[in-house]
């Protein structure tokens, strides 16, 4: 083995996932891996990437090979046990996990994820344990990912009270560790991205030669039904899902170089050339492995922020915006292990914060003629079969009539949504804010204070699909703040 071959390999590896292409990082990292087998930085990095691009099989495959060489790497173990996860193995996952907890060092997320799966298995006294250990205190980490796992395990039984204190348990710790949402700061990014993607901006890109391909972008709020959505969409033939691609905003960073502008994003469209636009678009293909020959979705939620520079990128895409009742979304996020830039999750004064100006910015694109297709979660559930013949429709692909079995599809899954994909299209989850009772009263307070009218968006999310000039009216209902139309907040 030639170190200094590995070394410039690692380089490389670095420097195309810096700038892409992907494919170029993964063959550096294989290559490393064929002259170091016991690598185990190459083995993760990889691993991640195989993740990201859907191919969960060889990253647990590569997960495997590293624990033969390395059978107490606890990280490789969790690894696996959430690539198992992806998969739709959940008793494999849970084996996984379980062998990890018995490994030294931090356990906690081992165990959350034990939790979290639980459907009955284990056995009374693991569960005291957990609940020992996050009466113990240790660290904010363990005493989040530990009580966002028993929190899961306490909603299943029906023991909601003891649920919603779990979670509060576990946003007090993620808060310790990430701080709270800065609301000055996403206000101020919603209005500088109201003012820079204005009709003159348009009218200024009329006449540039337009990418060919077709794209299918669904955003919304995290929890509002995108990843059921695409999985529909995944088992059309002419449909290769991206799954949540982090390639948009990384575009979007590199915009103003590509312009040339000394103005920050998004100011910097006011500078863009075809040029810069073409480069654009080729830089994402690039960084996400779309194909060329085919239709693909991204189904990032937080797109949201970059349907302006979709529609520059790709105006032959189709935008999908998901509408669900914002007191169901907002409770789900509330619940969930988010990453930790995702500050607004954390309080119910945040989030109600952050969905009011995720509404205005949905009214925007509305009001602008940017969203395809309104398709509200609620409406959709409750009518599958016509949800999803009118969602093929309002995309321009053909009938299939697999994409009425999306629990059916093999691809990996890795959202927090992989459990509930895997089961036939139901209505278990509407509603669900009201088993809570009293325990959320703050947020519904918060949600009022905010100007959000949620009895407005359930209304609007009843109905399945609003395509056209239904698809702005009433868009954002009843966000404040001069959203004319409400039903953004899609959700």
């Known amino acids: 083995m030639s170190a200094d071959k590995v070394a410039r390999l690692w380089a490389g590896a670095q420097q195309a996932l ?69 998969l739709g193995e ?22 959350g994820q034990l939790l979290a799966l639980d459907r009955g298995q284990l056995p009374p006294e693991a569960i005291a344990r957990a609940q020992a250990l996050l009466d113990a205190g240790g660290s904010p980490r363990a005493r989040a990912l530990i009580a966002y796992g028993l929190g899961k395990l306490h909603d299943r039984r029906g023991e909601h009270a003891q649920a919603l204190r779990c979670w509060e348990q576990a946003n007090a710790a993620r808060r310790a560790q990430c701080g709270p949402l800065d609301r000055q700061a996403l206000a101020a990014r919603v209005a500088r991205t109201r003012e820079a ?28 039904g995108t990843t059921l959505i695409e999985q ?24 103003p170089a590509l312009a040339a502008s000394t103005l920050r994003w998004p100011e910097a469209v006011a500078e863009l050339t075809q040029q810069a636009v073409y480069e654009g678009g080729k830089a994402y293909m690039q960084l996400s492995g779309a194909p060329t020959a085919q239709r693909w979705t991204d189904k990032a939620p937080l797109n949201i922020f970059h349907v302006g520079l979709i529609r520059a990128l790709f105006p032959h895409a189709r ?17 969930q292990n988010f990453a930790l830039h995702q500050t607004f999750a954390t309080d119910w004064e945040d989030l109600a914060f952050y969905y009011a100006r995720f509404a205005e910015l949905c009214a925007h694109w509305q009001a602008q003629g ?40 093999e ?71 001069g959203a004319e139309s409400g039903a953004d907040a899609g959700a």
């Open 197 to 224: 993607f204005s009709a003159a901006h348009y009218a200024r890109q009329k006449g540039w030669m337009a990418r060919p391909e077709q794209p299918i972008f669904i955003v919304g709020m995290p929890r509002s």
């Open 411 to 481: 691809r990996a899954v890795a959202t927090p949504s992989r459990w509930q994909v895997r089961q036939p299209i139901n209505t278990s989850a509407r509603g669900r804010w009201q088993r809570y009772g009293e325990g959320l009263q703050p947020l519904l307070e918060a949600l009022q204070r905010e100007g959000v009218d949620a009895d407005a968006v359930l209304a609007r999310a009843q109905q399945p699909l609003h395509t056209g000039a239904g698809a702005g009216a009433g868009a954002g209902a009843g966000a404040g703040s």
């Open 232 to 255: 529909v969409l995944s088992r059309h033939p002419q449909v290769r899902a991206l799954g949540e691609s982090p390639a948009m905003p990384a575009v979007a960073d590199r915009m």
């Open 90 to 111: 959940f008793e494999q996952a849970r084996e996984v996990y379980t062998r990890a907890t018995r490994q030294r060092g931090d356990q906690s997320f081992a165990l």
């Open 18 to 86: 810096a700038q892409g292409p992907r494919q170029q990082a993964i063959w550096c990292l294989e290559q490393i891996i064929q002259l170091d087998p016991a690598h185990r930085e190459a083995h993760r990095r990889l691993a991640e990437l195989l993740r990201a691009d859907g191919d969960a099989e060889r990253a647990a495959a590569l997960c495997v090979r590293l624990l033969r060489s390395h059978p107490d790497d606890a990280q490789a173990l969790t690894t696996l046990g959430e690539l198992l996860e992806d």
């Open 370 to 409: 940017l969203i395809d297709a309104v398709l509200g979660y609620e409406g959709f559930v409750a009518a599958p079969r016509a949800g999803v013949d009118a969602l093929l429709a309002a995309t321009g692909l053909p009938p299939e009539p697999r994409c009425h079995r999306p629990e059916a599809a």
């Open 319 to 335: 935008v999908l915006l998901l509408l669900r009742d914002p007191r169901d979304v907002l409770l789900s996020i509330y619940e």
